[in-house]
């Protein structure tokens, strides 16, 4: 009976240590959150329930500002940095829109957030992200790789303050270092998505199979977990705050080696959103309530194939006056985001609309050149079933039957007013930037500011009657 005891007690005691010398690691990841406060504020204690036994990373993957009018242009957009630094997050990967801040707000938003901002692909306003870092936590020695968006390089145009490498030749530099530290886990944390057509995933997985977990964000999608490569586990948590995603890591006591990887999708409890970050979010709404409430006339967007409306001539008028130039094209979203007939126009309504910080730049360009670079949008907004219509100031558009422009009447030559987004996204377009001879200019304006401006200077302007 005593040997048996004895026995048992020593099984006890092995079981025990086991238990508390088992190495556990828990990362908690957000993406995408475009400045979604009040979500956010739904989803932080789920974040911190997962993060209050001391054994978790809190890592955020980027465009974490830009969408969301209060985020954006309160005090430089560092409310959002105060958002991370609420739930403890220790990691920031900045997305491409996060690159679309002014130079000073990117500055300011790096030097607010507490954590470290990650990336060995990125250099933007004088600063550049740590290509990675290696933290121990629960017992599990863990290196994390951060990377932003593979297209940035094509996202540029002359004058901008940024670099950008291409991410396999990051990690082919990167890779041997990180193994040098001995990890027993590797992580990318990367504002990629699972399906993204300039990175193959499983190219990146076949050169660094070491990488044992891809955390993913832009694209938007939700993936709870699943396997990549041979062996590697893919998780993405959605945007806009729905959701966290949780990974859990297991090692083996003695060997170190890994045992176990799970992941799951986390939500927040409407009924008790984090205290701190929703007085945050009503105090940057606050703070922007004038200028969101700004009207700026009686006008009416357009609906799906109005082609013929004022306010869309008038958005075209806007830009080609504040550049200077000859002529200026612009496509206006037709969807359900601004206000209906009879409502003041205002800008937060224009902000709905156009709610990116595309700057407006002009560049000359050939009759033949604009032609070919209508047809060229115009088929990428029919093939990802976008609702926009486009319009033109200083030269005439000709329509097919079906929809789409057939050619325009213009100079054989002229300077061309428009976002510099479409400019940077055109095949045809982005090699005249870079040519002496085209004049490209970076007017330093956002579009939607140029066109807020102009309406607001016709106090004559009148809704529009519809059948």
């Not at 979500?39 to 830009?66: C, H, M, Q």
């Not at 002359?158 to 990890?183: E, I, N, R, S, Y």
């Not at 992941?263 to 969101?292: C, E, F, I, M, N």
């Not at 006339?297 to 550049?323: H, I, Q």
Request: charged share 25%; proline share 6%; with cysteine.
């Amino acid at each position: 009976m005593k040997s048996s005891r004895f026995i048992l007690w020593w099984v006890g005691l092995f079981l025990c240590s086991a238990a508390l010398t088992a190495g556990e690691l828990r990362l908690v990841v957000t993406t995408d959150l475009h400045g979604a406060l009040g979500n956010y504020a739904v989803l932080a204690p789920a974040i911190r329930e997962r993060t209050k036994d001391g054994n978790a990373v809190v890592i955020d993957l980027g465009d974490t500002v830009s969408g969301v009018f209060s985020s954006e242009y309160a005090e430089n957009a560092s409310g959002m940095a105060e958002a991370l630094n609420l739930t403890g997050t220790e990691l920031w990967v900045p997305g491409n829109h996060d690159f679309e801040l002014d130079p000073a707000s990117f500055r300011d938003f790096v030097r607010r957030f507490r954590g470290t901002a990650l990336g060995g692909d990125w250099r933007c306003a004088g600063l550049a992200g740590r290509p990675f870092v290696v933290i121990e936590r629960g017992g599990v020695r863990c290196a994390v790789i951060g990377l932003t968006d593979p297209k940035m390089p094509y996202r540029l145009l002359p004058g901008d303050d940024m670099a950008f490498v291409p991410p396999l030749a990051v990690l082919d530099k990167v890779m041997p270092q990180v193994l040098a530290a001995h990890p027993q886990l590797v992580v990318l944390a990367w504002h990629n998505g699972l399906y993204s057509k300039l990175v193959d995933l499983r190219e990146v997985l076949r050169r660094h199979p070491g990488i044992d977990v891809i955390l993913g964000g832009h694209s938007h999608q939700e993936h709870p977990g699943r396997r990549v490569g041979r062996n590697t586990l893919y998780i993405q948590p959605g945007s806009h705050g729905h959701c966290a995603g949780v990974v859990e890591i297991r090692t083996d006591d003695r060997s170190g080696r890994i045992t176990g990887i799970t992941s799951q999708l986390v939500r927040g409890d409407t009924a008790r959103p984090d205290p701190q970050l929703a007085a945050l979010d009503r105090q940057l709404s606050l703070s922007v309530a004038g200028l969101y409430r700004r009207p700026l006339g009686n006008y009416v967007p357009p609906r799906a194939g109005e082609r013929n409306s004022s306010f869309g001539r008038r958005c075209a008028e806007a830009l080609r006056e504040a550049a200077n130039a000859d002529a200026a094209l612009i496509w206006i979203d037709t969807g359900d985001r601004a206000p209906g007939q009879g409502k003041l126009f205002t800008y937060g309504d224009l902000y709905r609309l156009m709610p990116h910080r595309n700057r407006l730049c002009v560049v000359t360009v050939t009759r033949g050149e604009a032609e070919e670079f209508i047809v060229e949008r115009e088929k990428l907004i029919r093939r990802r079933k976008w609702s926009r219509e486009l319009f033109a100031s200083g030269i005439r558009l000709h329509h097919l039957a079906g929809g789409g422009v057939a050619r325009i009447d213009a100079p054989e030559r002229f300077t061309l007013a428009l976002s510099g987004h479409l400019i940077a996204d055109s095949r045809v377009l982005r090699p005249l930037a870079d040519d002496p001879q085209r004049g490209f200019r970076n007017l330093g304006l956002l579009e939607r500011d140029a066109i807020a401006d102009a309406l607001s200077r016709r106090p004559e302007l009148h809704a529009e009657n519809r059948p």
